[in-house]
């Protein structure tokens, strides 16, 4: 697993980096399809194959990633309600 942006806190609750995280089962089939594509690109010939194939995979990726980012705003978000910090206005007050 990558490193992400660390660890965000709330009173004795912590939540390591959510993009450490694949427990998701979006994120999961996202990975599952891009392993997929990266198995068949390894095996194929055709460079236009190939290079479609992992085209495929880095879309696959970049959409786990996404899901991954989705869960830390979430997380986020539950961990500030209450707090104050998501009712300020764009200048802070």
């Known amino acids: 697993m990558r490193g992400g942006i660390g660890v965000v806190t709330k009173g004795d609750e912590y939540v390591t980096n959510a993009l450490e995280s694949d427990a998701s089962p979006r994120v999961q089939k996202c990975l599952d399809r891009a392993e997929y594509c990266e ?34 705003v979430r997380q986020i978000d539950h961990l500030c309600r209450g707090t104050g910090y998501g009712d300020r206005d764009e200048t802070g007050d």
């Open 39 to 72: 198995r068949a690109a390894s095996i194929l010939t055709s460079p236009n194959a190939v290079a479609t194939f992992l085209r495929a995979a880095r879309s696959w990726r970049e959409m786990a990633e996404q899901y991954r980012l989705m869960a830390t």
